[in-house]
């Protein structure tokens, strides 16, 4: 190539890149650690956060107990939502328009009422029904129960918790299915597999990578609702904070021992979360590039993969 | 015809892969009969009334079709094994070690022993088709489907997948192929159909519809492809 002569090349016979300079990302670095080290400095510096009163009551026994018992609510409404939105999804794309309907109207009730109100209602169920009967509607009742005595704090918690959030798990796990391209369930149609076969192999599978950071930030957004469940005296971890602030006025120290402890509950969460993706991401881009290069290893070398060490190789 | 290869042919929207899904019940039909081996794909005939069959029997018929999509519909989340050895463990009940046994020498088949744990969007085009032809084989199907199986690919990988086609004809299997490859059923084929607007214009072997057709829509079609 003639041209080759009048480009600029350094004696290594280099061409020299001078990337440029972005002097406003500079100042805006500059104003954020001036900003964290005033923070940093008034968390460690002001006596009136009382981190000694924080640390002595971090691993109290009421804390723990709370603790414990934000825990197993948030699990258990969860494991319903999602047991109880992906039964709700499937009938919301049911062709049957009676299923279908039933499942809108589910989700249009228990995604417009408030879940505070849920909660007492479910927890004041026993005035509209004194007695609970499981039977033929105007036919025989095959056992009754005292409402009361069925429906404890718990017990109205876990159901105004998982019933309200199962409406919106439906519509997660739906987008999550109808983001399954139609032709991997005629392909495994045409395999011969039946309905549950294909969904539980081949759809569902496929729809959890579209489900999973959605139901990521609804676990992680009901670890944090779970809190309400001090309306009907529930000492959930919040709530028994709050018991011991009542008594001895620390109010500040003992939100801080909470707030810490959500934040490590939080930040458990987003590593499980994290692996759950890995494992669903199989044969997708989720997959890191070295398990990716490790397969191609295995099984020869393809175009694709010729073209993705390309790509690294210029991100590097 | 058992061991024959009939090739469907036409312009799109001729309704050529509509019937090819009609024929394992991908479709419903509105009207006529489609019968393989003399059995209704998706009813039973009782009288003169058709019952639609539950969706058991219809899967039990369709294990015996094999199918070949367009754009391949490969499970992206198995490797090239895994997806070939889905059915037959899941469907045909085989042990996981009978079936991938199976699948590894259908693998080899096809041409791509070598492949057997790379995930579909590893290989390419040509590629995930022979791992998609080589799935519907594992289910030793009786008749099989090809819905423009080429259609998608670059031209430089037609040939490949052409080959492997070519194979299973000289192996004497049954197949109805739909493709805009006339070369390949000029060669092939042992029967043409070409269809225009959801009806069959002509049907005769491949000297007699590509070589000197009767139809004026055929010879137009043909004038323009080829």
């Known amino acids: ?316 | 015809m058992r061991g024959q290869v009939a090739v469907l042919i036409g312009p799109s929207g001729s309704g050529k892969s509509t019937f090819l899904r009609c024929i394992n019940h991908l479709e419903k039909i509105d009207r006529g009969r489609l019968c393989i081996d003399g059995e209704f794909v998706g009813y039973r005939e009782h009288g003169t009334v058709l019952y639609e069959l539950h969706s058991k029997e219809i899967a039990q018929r369709r294990a015996q079709i094999g199918m070949v999509f367009q754009h391949f519909n490969l499970f992206p989340h198995m490797t090239a094994l895994g997806n070939v050895v889905e059915a037959p463990i899941h469907v045909r009940g085989l042990s996981k070690e009978h079936a991938e046994e199976e699948g590894r020498a259908l693998l080899a088949k096809v041409g791509l022993g070598d492949k057997a744990d790379a995930y579909p969007r590893q290989l390419s085009g040509g590629q995930q088709q022979r791992v998609a032809i080589a799935r519907a084989l594992a289910m030793h199907p009786k008749l099989m489907l090809f819905d423009e199986p080429t259609s998608a690919l670059d031209p430089e990988l037609v040939g490949e997948v052409l080959g492997v086609m070519r194979q299973l004809a000289a192996d004497g299997m049954t197949m109805i192929c739909v493709t805009h490859e006339l070369g390949f059923a000029r060669e092939v084929a042992d029967n043409v159909t070409f269809m225009d607007e959801g009806v069959v214009v002509e049907s005769g072997t491949p000297a007699e519809v590509l070589g000197s057709p009767r139809e004026k829509r055929t010879q137009s079609f043909l004038s323009k492809v080829l």
Not at chain 1, 136 to 158: D, Q, S
Not at chain 1, 273 to 290: A, L, P
């Open chain 1, 1 to 316: 190539m003639t041209v080759a002569d009048d480009r600029p090349v350094d004696k290594g016979g280099e061409i020299r890149v001078i990337p440029l300079r972005h002097y406003g990302r500079w100042l805006s670095v500059a104003v954020v650690l001036v900003l964290l080290a005033s923070l940093v400095k008034s968390l460690i510096t002001n006596p009136r956060y009382h981190w000694g009163i924080v640390w002595d009551f971090f691993t109290h026994k009421s804390i723990l107990e709370g603790l414990a018992r934000t825990l197993t609510l948030t699990v258990i409404a969860m494991t319903i939502a999602i047991f109880l939105g992906t039964i709700l999804a499937v009938m919301r794309s049911s062709q049957n328009r009676f299923l279908s309907i039933c499942a809108q109207g589910y989700i249009w009730f228990f995604r417009g009422t408030p879940l505070l109100v849920q909660l007492i209602f479910w927890f004041n169920l026993s005035a509209l029904y004194p007695d609970l009967s499981f039977g033929i509607p105007f036919g025989p009742e095959f056992f009754t129960f005292n409402a009361n005595r069925v429906i404890t704090v718990y017990v109205a918690a876990l159901l105004g918790l998982g019933l309200c959030e199962s409406a919106y798990m439906c519509e997660i796990v739906r987008g999550g299915l109808n983001a399954v391209d139609p032709g991997q369930t005629q392909a495994a149609q045409a395999l011969g597999m039946r309905k549950g076969l294909i969904f539980r192999r081949i759809v569902f599978p496929q729809a959890m990578r579209v489900i999973i950071p959605p139901t990521g930030n609804e676990v992680i957004g009901m670890l944090k609702t779970t809190a309400l469940v001090s309306v009907i005296a529930l000492p959930d971890l919040l709530y028994s904070a709050q018991l011991i602030y009542s008594q001895n006025f620390r109010t500040i120290p003992l939100l801080l021992v909470a707030c810490i402890w959500y934040l490590i509950v939080t930040t458990i969460l987003t590593i499980i979360q994290h692996f759950v993706e890995r494992r669903f991401g199989r044969g997708t881009e989720i997959m890191s590039r070295k398990e990716l290069r490790r397969k191609d290893s295995q099984a020869g070398n393809g175009p694709k993969a010729a073209l993705l060490r390309g790509a690294d190789d210029v991100g590097r």
